[in-house]
């Protein structure tokens, strides 16, 4: 089974369109945890009474833009909490699609004899390399502290939409993690993206063999600037994409929705 993790904060038809697409891409076998990173209590509830297969997590909290890290963490302990077991973990956010079928089989084929897949990885020593973008800065400027925490002079990084990871590798994550270190860093930390960074360098540490998407992969999945729908129109046309990020606006999302079949 694979478990998305899906992060949102309003806007529930938006919600329920990615889930629709993950139901018409996906198939069987599969769930997803829907994290609540607003403030209104109430938001995802209406979406998990509408799908069977969504599940609030209960560890959800209010996030600030591009804080987001603490979201894998949270998860994966919440589905562990219930006793919940999947084949792999797979990181979504709330400008993620699918375009086509295959992501499934792709995934189950490619992690062979692999604990992790992620897109661009780097691996960044501080002290001798230069940072590449706004969240490794933040993380050099912050390195001090979680070098400590870490216990190496070097971390990792992925891209965050798509990250996947096997299931027996969030149990490593999970049982090496100092929850209380981790909380405090967690709250005071000025680290952006973190979410690309935490999770890929715990696995790692705990001996993950890790693969990359295919370099191309990047050309739509991206963080800048946001796919239009020209960009999604030559995407789909090319076997070799499955999904497409950022998608920004609800017009392009409701064409999606309309057209991709």
Request: include cysteine.
């Amino acid at each position: 089974m694979i478990c998305f993790s899906l992060v949102a904060h309003e806007n529930e038809k938006a919600v329920c369109n990615q889930v629709e697409n993950i139901r018409r891409f996906i198939g069987r076998d599969y769930m997803i945890v829907l994290y609540n990173g607003g403030r209104d209590k109430e938001f995802g509830k209406q979406v998990c009474e509408k799908y069977n297969e969504v599940q609030l997590c209960a560890y959800s909290r209010p996030l600030q833009y591009r804080k987001t890290g603490r979201v894998l963490y949270d998860v994966s302990r919440w589905l562990k909490s219930m006793n919940i077991h999947y084949d792999y973990l797979v990181y979504l956010e709330s400008d993620t699609m699918f375009i086509k079928n295959g992501f499934k089989n792709y995934l189950y084929k490619e992690m062979r004899g692999y604990d992790f897949i992620g897109q661009q990885w780097r691996k960044y020593k501080p002290s001798k390399d230069m940072p590449r973008s706004p969240g490794t800065e933040t993380m050099f400027k912050d390195w001090k502290r979680w070098k400590k925490y870490f216990k190496q002079n070097y971390f990792y990084k992925t891209s965050n939409p798509y990250q996947s990871y096997r299931y027996e590798t969030i149990q490593k994550i999970l049982k090496n993690i100092d929850e209380k270190k981790i909380e405090v860093l967690l709250a005071e930390s000025p680290v952006e993206s973190l979410g690309e960074m935490l999770f890929p360098t715990l696995a790692k540490k705990s001996g993950a063999k890790i693969r990359k998407y295919p370099i191309l992969f990047k050309k739509y999945n991206r963080w800048k600037p946001e796919l239009t729908k020209n960009d999604v129109k030559k995407a789909i046309k090319k076997d070799k994409f499955m999904f497409v990020h950022p998608i920004k606006s609800s017009t392009l999302r409701d064409w999606m929705m309309k057209n991709i079949k």
